[in-house]
């Protein structure tokens, strides 16, 4: 399996070089040259691996051959094991129709674990293969930050700086990525959005000059192995909910989106033959994306701070890969349309394409009071403690799944890490022993301003001492 660029303007490279390239360097997004295709026999029996096991199976597909079985086998144990859950991502059923795909089990206790421990140990290996530095750089809406610090701090080799909006993360988001004292780690509070962040982020890594002078690697989204290893959950939570049901059947996933990473994961593992059903996509207020699905139009609109900060996000990044399937693989068009965006603010897909996405998506864009509504209602009926992420896929799923189907709504957080909307809901939650020892760490932390020259004399600085 080799990668190439949704711009067109490059390929075919290998899968590590795919890794370390990040941001493709025409400016697209790196995708494999063709997914691959798993009959139903073999599905079958990837029903009886271990999850440690699947990712190894799914990865195999991907790796070009180029990480010797031992060694990615070993990566993989490293990743999970630090999971307090043995099934690393277990369901949990909820109703006859409903199971929760609980995805934080990890040590930053929200699903960005899954990729990022993984993208640790890659980072790690590749470190110590190449001997070349390798640093990380990266913007948060609150969860990838604390999760790929966790995947990367004091590791040999590797620096990180994570860019977050400043007092626009949860006050647990912010104490674990800001309580780390090891010095290969860098935050930058900067004032402005996540979309400010992931903005000059998108536009060092398009420096391509900068990027190769300072070692840049990618933990976005834009990154494809963030992608790869987040299908893994998609397949084994099937798999478990199928033998739970006796049925082998076309199943609804419920996803809480914001840069449209983890859904478009469920993408992947539905042409991988998965049997998926119909992809809700839950929005906050940020609802940019449910407008796409419901109306072939893709127009950030403005920003807006909700109970669930991690999806206070307008433009998804990883957009531009459904757009490049949902085109036909028209690598020509996906790059006319996206400078027609970064002019025009606004693209509009053909109707054939928009009958497309209407066929494989559903969205709602779910309200704060919704949201809360949500969380007191499940707490109620089910006890079980939604935090507001996994309340938006849960509600969204409530919304759009229709009589007789089967959905699986991800669980993205741990609500302890969002104990400002569970509070408004008048319920008091007790934190697991790791998030309660934070608040008496000290902070480490730089303020800047929003300006990108800014930022990249931090970066400069710390990447030199
Ligand atoms: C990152 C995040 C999301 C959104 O995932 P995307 O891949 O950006 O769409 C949803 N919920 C939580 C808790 C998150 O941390």
């Not at 010797?68 to 369901?91: C, N, Q, W």
């Not at 139009?297 to 490049?324: C, H, K, W």
């Not at 690598?331 to 066929?359: C, D, T, W, Y």
């Amino acid at each position: 399996m080799e990668y190439i660029s949704t711009r067109g303007k490059i390929g075919k490279i290998g899968f590590i070089e795919a890794f370390m390239m990040g941001l493709a360097d025409d400016g697209g997004l790196l995708v494999p040259s063709e997914i691959p295709v798993i009959s139903e026999a073999t599905l079958k029996e990837w029903q009886s691996l271990s999850y440690q096991e699947l990712v190894f199976a799914i990865f195999s597909h991907y790796t070009n051959g180029e990480i010797p079985e031992a060694d990615l086998k070993a990566m993989i144990a490293a990743s999970y094991g630090t999971f307090r859950h043995p099934e690393v991502t277990p369901v949990r059923r909820i109703r006859d129709d409903l199971y929760l795909l609980e995805l934080f089990h990890g040590p930053t206790f929200a699903f960005k674990d899954i990729a990022l421990q993984f993208m640790g140990q890659f980072y790690s290996y590749v470190a110590n293969q190449t001997g070349k530095k390798i640093h990380i750089l990266g913007a948060t809406s609150g969860d990838t930050g604390a999760s790929a610090i966790e995947g990367v701090k004091g590791k040999e080799g590797i620096k990180i700086c994570i860019l977050h909006p400043t007092g626009k993360v949860s006050k647990v988001q912010e104490l674990q990525m800001t309580t780390v004292q090891d010095d290969n780690v860098l935050n930058l509070s900067v004032e402005g959005n996540f979309d400010d962040c992931q903005r000059m982020i998108k536009e060092l890594f398009a420096d391509l000059d900068f990027k190769s002078a300072n070692h840049l690697a990618a933990i976005n989204s834009i990154n494809f192995v963030r992608i790869l290893a987040q299908t893994v959950y998609y397949f084994y939570s099937y798999f478990q909910v199928s033998k739970a049901t006796g049925k082998w059947e076309p199943v609804n996933f419920s996803v809480p989106t914001g840069n449209f990473g983890d859904i478009f994961a469920g993408y992947v593992a539905k042409r991988m033959g998965l049997p998926v059903g119909k992809l809700i996509l839950a929005t906050n207020e940020n609802n940019i994306l449910e407008r796409f699905i419901h109306e072939g139009v893709y127009m950030p609109g403005d920003f807006r701070m909700t109970y669930s900060p991690s999806m206070d996000i307008q433009v998804a990044s990883n957009f531009e890969r459904y757009l490049y399937y949902v085109l036909d693989e028209n690598a020509a068009e996906v790059e006319r349309l996206m400078n027609q965006f970064k002019i025009e603010g606004e693209i509009s897909i053909p109707e054939g394409a928009h009958l497309k996405v209407q066929a494989e998506f559903a969205a709602h864009g779910v309200g704060g009071q919704e949201c809360l509504d949500t969380i007191s209602d499940y707490q109620a009926k089910h006890d079980y403690l939604l935090d507001p992420h996994t309340a938006c896929g849960v509600s969204a799923a409530d919304r759009c799944s229709e009589e007789g189907e089967m959905t699986i709504a991800l669980a993205t957080a741990h609500p302890a890490k969002f104990d400002e909307a569970i509070r408004l809901c008048g319920i008091e939650q007790k934190f697991p022993a790791e998030i309660r020892v934070l608040f008496e760490k000290p902070q480490r932390q730089t303020f800047v301003d929003g300006k990108l020259e800014d930022v990249t004399k931090e970066l400069v600085q710390f990447y030199n001492a």
